[in-house]
């Protein structure tokens, strides 16, 4: 009986969140159907890295002497590098790496922001100061500069990429989201919670974290389309993730000697390169304008957020 009263009592509330993404579906393709556009190709890129095993006709290291270089035909779609390899397969396989690398760093990334910015934006004093002056110290040199020095340091690597990429993004994005618990903690909730004796880690994670999600999701996906760029970066110098697990821009370096040879060899990474970070710059900008809090009555702004986090 009490099953089937829980089972019954959880209906509403499924559906309460089913339409709700309806909704946000429906105003995310009617409102902005750019930003429609660009999360169908994030969910594009998404599926191909899911399923590259499934999708590749070759395998991303399959080497074929008597085939180099070849321009694209029936066999091989996009042509074939300089060992042979079949580019569109490493160009699929090249998507699950640039996934992996995106999440996982993007995820670290946003827990250090978090964790740094509802912490100090919440408890400020001395704490809020001596880490605010931590995170200026960290900023100050030059994003790309770190991640060659600390690469340079640790080796290149999947792991040590993400690492690296995390811990870098998450100090910097930590002003924004203590931006937006210090506009947070200002509210009469909150100030009603700390009257009635609630914990620090009550206010904290049941009154404002999730009050902040809207930054932390428009902040995510910034980060991602960074955390990608970044990791193309560092494999186009020979810092990423090394051969021959293929990464778009690791293609992009090993195609340099034949530009004037083969030039798409070099324009197809840079065309799925291009195609994933604007899907994701685009999908994002929609997310921002939909979950700005201004546009569903809310008393505080994302933009308000990032402001004090200046």
């Known amino acids: 009986m009490a099953r089937n009263t829980f089972s019954m009592d959880s209906q509403p509330s499924l559906n309460k969140k089913m339409g709700a993404v309806v909704k946000f579906l429906d105003r995310l393709f009617r409102e902005k159907p750019l930003g429609a556009v660009g999360a169908v190709i994030f969910l594009i890129m998404l599926l191909t890295g899911f399923f590259a095993n499934f999708l590749a006709p070759y395998g991303y290291n399959e080497i074929n002497p008597l085939e180099m270089l070849k321009a694209p035909s029936a066999q091989f779609w996009l042509g074939t590098d300089a060992l042979g390899r079949d580019v569109l397969s490493r160009i699929i396989y090249g998507a699950r790496i640039s996934m992996i690398v995106g999440f996982s760093a993007t995820t670290m990334s946003i827990l250090i922001s978090v964790l740094i910015g509802i912490t100090t934006g919440f408890f400020g004093g001395k704490y809020d100061l001596i880490m605010q002056r931590l995170v200026d110290s960290w900023m100050i040199f030059p994003g790309l500069v770190v991640l060659i020095v600390a690469i ?61 999600m809207a930054p932390v999701i428009i902040l995510f996906t910034t980060r991602l389309a960074a955390v990608i760029l970044a990791e193309a970066t560092m494999s186009f110098l020979g810092l990423g993730v090394p051969p021959p697990t293929p990464t778009w821009g690791g293609m992009l370096n090993e195609a340099r000697g034949y530009m004037l040879q083969v030039p798409l060899l070099s324009i197809w990474p840079g065309v799925a390169l291009t195609l994933a970070i604007y899907g994701i710059n685009v999908f994002g900008d929609a997310l921002r304008d939909l979950l700005d809090p201004r546009l569903r009555g809310g008393l505080s702004s994302y933009s308000d957020s990032i402001a004090k986090s200046t």
């Open 152 to 212: 340079s340091i640790t080796g290149p690597g999947l792991w040590n990429i993400v690492f690296i990429l995390g811990l870098t993004y998450g100090i910097a994005g930590s002003r924004i989201i203590r931006g937006a618990t210090l506009s947070t903690k200002e509210e009469i909730y909150v100030h009603a919670s700390n009257a009635i004796g609630a914990s620090s880690f009550r206010q904290l994670f049941r009154h404002i974290l999730p009050n902040i």
